[in-house]
């Protein structure tokens, strides 16, 4: 017999300790100080003088100390200075993907695209007749008894082939992807940072790829007056820069990069809040940032057109909301056959993770 007891609610006992809730609270910190740690704690002494984050047991000297000693800080370098570890690198990458994905789960965003199921491998929810080259692991037994029973009755009861139900399921492809960041001077202008929430989707996207999708490729790119690559360790320290926007760079090198990758499914992501500005001619910088400089959009609608030959889509996230921009991204997109996306920073993330994870599946009759 199943007995049930029954004890006293304790608001209390699900609590986080007091490290783990500054843990939380340092770790959102260091992406804003792109990894400084001395501002971080900076920071989070005075959080703690204006809201009483610690009390007389345990204060911001206990939380360092700790933190030494469960590997998130280490100050055993030449310098002497305290620095995070990769241990922290990795937890501010999964608190990213927490919080990114943990929206996602959340709630919906609409106006997607109808995606047909057919044969894969990622079982959904939907089922069909059975068809003739159907595998068994593909039948829904519980289905399938029922509809036996329902058809036949239990006293002669039989399972025939016009019982049986098959679980859809979605194929999804090896992808790789490019990602590119816009670290010009206007990504932290006009009073809002944004290149906070696309470091966070950088690290967050990175974190899903290596813990779900480990088959798959992502290449992360900054791009200034040059373009560079980065790797995943270097996210959370990532800066803008005095520089302008000089897209066609970070379009040549996504292209190099996908050459060499052997997926055959491959695309570039863009996250940028303003226009291109800026080529690079021999050794010399061309730059123009009062408009749209005819020559510098030539060579980068020429650049899309070359990505639609090669069957690279191009998803461009904007950050920017003046008119002319993004009638500009619109004639980037048609010439790329790609997508658009013009979003705030809040819906930035989502809008991301929704894209990836569907051009991630392809779908048969």
């Known amino acids: 017999m199943r007995q049930i007891w029954f004890t006293k609610y304790d608001p209390h006992e699900n609590e986080k ?35 009483g984050l ?20 280490d100050d055993e370098n030449p310098q002497g200075r305290i620095v995070i570890t990769a241990k922290s690198e990795q937890e501010i990458r999964k ?55 329902i058809n036949h009755g239990l006293e002669s009861f039989r399972l025939q082939t016009d019982d049986l139900e098959v679980r859809e399921t979605d194929y999804k492809t090896q992808t790789s992807t490019v990602l590119m960041i816009d670290i010009s001077h206007s990504m932290i202008l006009y009073g ?34 040059d373009a560079w690559r980065i790797e995943i360790k270097d996210i959370p320290y990532l800066q803008v820069g005095p520089y302008h926007t000089n897209t066609v760079a970070g379009l040549e090198l996504a292209m190099e990069i996908l050459r060499r990758r052997k997926n055959p499914n491959k695309q570039i992501f863009m996250l940028t809040d303003g226009k291109p500005t800026c080529l690079k001619i021999g050794n010399r910088y061309y730059k123009n940032s009062f408009g749209l400089d005819k020559k510098i959009v030539i060579r980068t609608l020429n650049l899309a057109a070359q990505c639609r030959k090669l069957k690279i889509p191009i998803t ?49 009759h």
């Open 95 to 149: 608190n990213a993907l927490e919080e990114i994905f943990g929206k996602l789960k959340k709630s919906a965003i609409g106006n997607h695209d109808t995606f047909i199921s057919g044969m894969g491998d990622e079982i959904n929810a939907d089922t069909r007749p059975y068809q003739f080259g159907d595998t068994i692991e593909q039948i829904d037994f519980t289905t399938s008894i029922r509809n036996a029973q």
């Open 316 to 364: 461009t996230f904007m950050l920017a909301s003046d008119p002319w921009l993004q009638a500009f991204v619109k004639e980037f997109t048609e010439t790329n056959q790609g997508k658009a996306f013009f979003s705030g920073i809040d819906k930035l993330g989502q809008l991301v993770f929704y894209d990836y994870e569907r051009n991630k599946r392809k779908y048969f």
């Open 192 to 225: 809002e940072d944004r290149i906070t929430p696309a470091k966070k989707v950088a690290m967050a996207l990175s974190e899903l790829i290596i813990t779900k999708y480990p088959k798959d490729t992502l290449d992360i790119i900054v791009f200034g007056n």
């Open 54 to 73: 610690t009390n007389e047991e345990y204060g911001i000297g206990d939380f360092i100390e700790e933190m030494k000693q469960k590997g998130y800080l």
């Open 17 to 51: 300790s007091p490290f783990e809730r500054l843990k939380d609270i340092f770790m959102q910190l260091l992406t804003y100080t792109s990894g400084d740690v001395a501002e971080a704690l900076s920071w989070l002494t005075e959080l703690d003088k204006q809201f």
